[in-house]
């Protein structure tokens, strides 16, 4: 374990400054990813069926109070619902407006911080080769071991600048498509409830 962490803290310190905005984009970005995760499986994992939910509004049962998507709507209903269906449909109109940003939420600051990380990486690469040059300009090509620190530094903030943003941007996609997916469960649940309100 104390091999492994002296070569982490190497690898990082030949980056140079650059990586240390690189490693706290990298926790940031993972941190929002795996908060949206456990977001998204909690609405889905004990979600009830679409009969379910529309039984339970017709009754003003909350149901049981656990969580998922419908679930919260249930007990929404159960709360606030009366006995004039037009303004039932208006508080799911309201609902609808007030639980889409849930459901979307942090994904933009994810593919903010995927997009940065390699802008991150080329700076290090920028700072580097100003390094580099810096090098020639005071000993010339002769001096290789002096050169090659620049060279390095280039290289290594380079990788880690893709290396954070290119899975960081998949799991934006994925992410994105989720929560698309959930908005729509949420749109067909309310249209379906609104139309058996007679």
Request: proline residues 4%; aromatic residues 6%; charged residues 20%.
């Amino acid at each position: 374990m104390g091999d492994l962490l002296t070569a982490i803290f190497g690898y990082i310190d030949s980056g140079g400054a650059v990586m240390i905005p690189i490693m706290i984009c990298s926790l940031v970005l993972w941190a929002l990813i795996f908060e949206r995760l456990l977001v998204y499986r909690q609405v889905e994992k004990q979600d009830l069926d679409l009969g379910a939910a529309l039984a339970l509004v017709r009754k003003g049962d909350p149901g049981p109070n656990l969580p998922g998507l419908r679930r919260e709507l249930v007990r929404f209903m159960a709360e606030y619902g009366t006995d004039s269906p037009k303004v039932n449909r208006g508080l799911l109109h309201q609902y609808r407006l007030q639980k889409r940003p849930h459901l979307t939420r942090r994904i933009g600051l994810i593919a903010t911080l995927a997009a940065v990380a390699p802008l991150l990486g080329l700076l290090g690469t920028v700072s580097g080769m100003i390094t580099t040059f810096d090098v020639i300009a005071l000993f010339g090509t002769g001096n290789a071991r002096a050169m090659a620190g620049g060279i390095s530094e280039s290289l290594i903030t380079t990788q880690s600048g893709l290396s954070v943003a290119i899975p960081g941007m998949f799991m934006g996609v994925l992410l994105m498509r989720r929560a698309h997916r959930l908005s729509a469960k949420l749109d067909e649940t309310i249209s379906i409830i609104q139309r058996s309100m007679t």
